[in-house]
């Protein structure tokens, strides 16, 4: 099982989903105490997507791979307080873009592959970085994720501190996919 969180980044929210009536979306400061009683009852694995209500949107997905980016904001503090809790990030620019497309437009509006590929890439490295300390794991990440042999989008980085950077290398391969997250299903 995994949870799905939505990390703002206002750093102590606790807005409600209207949608969705008793699920929240948390700042980043509030995250920690949010799965509190949830970890200790046994979850094992978060999934976060990032949710912009302050920081600017603009064409180049700015704030995905940035430091005031609420995903890795909320990694960070989760592997302090909660080092065996498997952390999964969205990878995605459509948080981060003023168009709301997965990806970085040309003139004409279609998207631009090559450059989205390079985002997404950035984005994923930056949440490893957040999220791990083992740099051999981070070499192997980027070595993957700028191939130029490569025309796919990736799309999630799930990291874990109990698996090795050969077995994180081998399956990023399964981790190239479509343009949504794998989990956006549940």
Same mark, same amino acid.
């Given at each position: *099982?995994?949870?799905?969180?939505?990390?703002?980044?206002?750093?102590?929210?606790?807005?409600?989903?209207?949608?969705? #009536?008793?699920?929240?979306?948390? &700042?980043?400061?509030?995250?920690?105490?949010?799965?509190? #009683?949830?970890?200790?009852? &046994?979850?094992?694995?978060?999934?976060?997507?990032?949710?912009?209500?302050?920081?600017? !949107?603009?064409?180049? /997905?700015?704030?995905?791979?940035?430091?005031?980016?609420?995903?890795?904001?909320?990694?960070?503090?989760?592997?302090?307080?909660? #080092?065996?809790?498997?952390?999964?990030?969205?990878?995605?620019?459509?948080?981060?873009? @003023?168009? &709301?497309?997965?990806? %970085?437009?040309?003139?004409?509006?279609?998207?631009?592959?090559? !450059?989205? %590929?390079? $985002?997404?890439?950035?984005?994923?490295?930056?949440? /490893?970085?957040?999220?791990?300390?083992?740099?051999?794991?981070?070499?192997?990440?980027?070595?993957?994720?700028?191939?130029?042999?490569?025309?796919?989008?990736? !799309?999630?980085?799930?990291?874990? $501190? @109990?698996?090795?950077?050969?077995?994180?290398?081998?399956?990023?391969? !399964?981790?190239? &996919?479509?343009?949504?997250? %794998?989990?956006? *299903?549940?």
């Amino acid at each position: *099982m995994i949870l799905k969180c939505e990390e703002r980044d206002v750093p102590e929210c606790k807005d409600e989903i209207l949608s969705m #009536p008793g699920v929240f979306r948390y &700042g980043y400061e509030n995250i920690v105490e949010a799965l509190r #009683p949830i970890v200790e009852a &046994g979850l094992k694995s978060v999934l976060l997507f990032g949710v912009l209500s302050h920081l600017q !949107k603009d064409e180049c /997905a700015t704030h995905c791979d940035s430091d005031f980016n609420p995903v890795i904001k909320s990694v960070k503090l989760l592997r302090k307080e909660y #080092p065996h809790l498997i952390v999964a990030c969205d990878v995605c620019l459509c948080a981060y873009t @003023q168009h &709301g497309h997965c990806g %970085i437009l040309r003139g004409d509006g279609s998207i631009d592959n090559e !450059k989205s %590929i390079n $985002r997404l890439a950035t984005q994923s490295l930056a949440y /490893a970085r957040a999220d791990v300390k083992d740099e051999e794991r981070v070499g192997r990440l980027n070595l993957s994720t700028t191939d130029k042999n490569t025309d796919e989008v990736l !799309k999630m980085v799930l990291i874990n $501190r @109990q698996i090795n950077a050969r077995e994180v290398a081998k399956d990023l391969n !399964k981790l190239i &996919g479509h343009c949504h997250s %794998i989990f956006s *299903m549940i």
